[in-house]
């Protein structure tokens, strides 16, 4: 099991990882799921896009070697979020519908790594489709739909 590495915590939203691989990277402290799939991390690069990454272990993967096609579909959920982090504000929001397309096999020790964009927002909606890659390399295409459902105490 991976070892949680020290963070610094804000009581409302991400925290950043302080040590470790992912240093400097924010973390969503409040999903215990995500949290033990993953666990999964995001930043912003200089050009203001958001990447979300994550080191595939043994414990992400399937019978046949290959990561669990769960495990990508929490990582892509996962980005969601994070893509559509400044949108989100400061709302709790639940996903409504997420589509995705397998496109190859990851296996242990790549760098798994998500990007995408926030297609349209407005309101209480927001959609966002993206990219996961493995090495670099894609391996799964998602779309989803986030809504706010109000507002974080």
């Known amino acids: 099991m991976s070892e949680e590495p020290a963070v610094t915590q804000s009581p409302r939203g991400p925290r950043v990882i302080e040590e470790g691989e992912f240093a400097g990277?924010?973390?969503w402290p409040h999903d215990a799921f995500e949290t033990r799939a993953g666990p999964f991390y995001y930043r912003t690069e200089d050009d203001g896009q958001i990447?979300?990454?994550?080191?595939?272990e043994q414990k992400h993967m399937n019978g046949g070697?290959?990561?669990h096609g769960g495990c990508l579909m929490t990582f892509a959920d996962f980005a969601l979020f994070s893509i559509a982090e400044h949108h989100l504000k400061d709302n709790f929001a639940v996903t409504l519908q997420m589509g995705c397309d397998f496109l190859d096999p990851a296996?242990?020790?790549q760098w798994m790594e998500a990007r995408g964009e926030v297609t349209r927002a407005g309101g209480?909606?927001?959609?966002?489709r993206g990219t996961i890659t493995a090495d670099g390399a894609p391996v799964f295409g998602f779309t989803g739909i986030i809504?706010?459902?109000g507002k974080r105490a």
């Open 25 to 27: 990277w924010m973390n």
């Open 51 to 56: 990447v979300c990454a994550f080191r595939a």
């Open 65 to 67: 070697g290959f990561m």
């Open 107 to 109: 296996r242990v020790g």
């Open 124 to 128: 209480k909606t927001i959609f966002v």
């Open 147 to 149: 809504r706010k459902v």
